[in-house]
């Protein structure tokens, strides 16, 4: 079974700044998608990146950014000038390619704080 | 925009009591999903369904069950709800990817 690594339970960075939340990721796989959520104390999810295993091109959405090394199964999320709503839980996830395999894994979870 | 209701975002049920969490979407998607949220533990997926009538068990399905009659509900059933229920449920729905989130329903078993 796949298995999803959050190692940071908890993270700060100050406004402004720059912060990098990790995800370890365990699979036989080899095509596959992997994705970052956000979670704010609203509780709706959010998607905030997704990420196509047979792409070789980090995927980027404005301030978000991913560093996807799939040969050390890593899969980490920056953010780039952070910004008091960006303050969340964020779950990184994983989902098997292919018809029928839709259902995502998920980490534990990084929550992250955002200093003024 | 998708939209997932799910029909309390609070809710207290005492112990034994049976318990039905309801999840609706807006969009015609075909896969529906229950997961179950605790601190610490990140979500993990109770139970999921890709038609209707069909279920499939996710990960943490003892305690639970489902309900798709219709391809826009999908219902989770706590037939004697234990004090170990106590969680935030989130129902999400997908097309094929991603899922799309509901705003969760907090259950307290007492």
């Known amino acids: 079974a796949q298995t999803v690594t959050q190692s940071q339970p908890e993270m700060s960075v100050q406004e402004a700044e720059t912060v990098t939340l990790s995800c370890t990721y365990d699979?036989?796989?080899?095509?596959?998608?992997l994705f970052w959520y956000k979670q704010p104390p609203s509780r709706q999810m959010i998607l905030v990146i997704r990420?196509?295993?047979?792409?070789?091109q980090n995927a980027t959405e404005n301030r978000f950014s991913v560093n996807f090394q799939k040969a050390a199964k890593s899969f980490s999320l920056k953010i780039s000038d952070s910004q008091l709503g960006d303050a969340a839980m964020y779950f990184c996830?994983?989902?098997?390619f292919g018809a029928g395999s839709y259902q995502l894994t998920f980490g534990k979870g990084t929550k992250l704080s955002v200093i003024p | 925009d998708v939209k997932v209701t799910q029909s309390s975002r609070y809710l207290v049920k005492r112990t034994g009591e049976k318990v039905f969490l309801e999840c609706v979407q807006d969009?015609?998607?075909?896969?529906m999903f229950w997961y179950r949220q605790d601190p610490g533990l990140g979500l993990r997926l109770i139970y999921f369904?890709?038609?209707?009538?069909?279920?499939e068990k996710g990960d943490i399905p003892e305690g639970y069950s489902v309900s798709r009659e219709k391809k826009e509900r999908f219902s989770l059933i706590l037939e004697s709800a234990s004090t170990n229920q106590t969680s935030m449920y989130l129902c999400?729905?997908?097309?094929?990817?991603?899922?799309?989130f509901g705003n969760g329903t907090r259950l307290t078993v007492t």
């Open positions: 999400a729905s997908s097309l094929n990817s991603p899922l799309h």
């Open positions: 699979t036989s796989e080899s095509d596959y998608y």
């Open positions: 990420q196509e295993a047979y792409k070789q």
């Open positions: 996830a994983y989902r098997r």
């Open positions: 969009m015609d998607h075909e896969n």
């Open positions: 369904s890709y038609d209707v009538k069909m279920k």
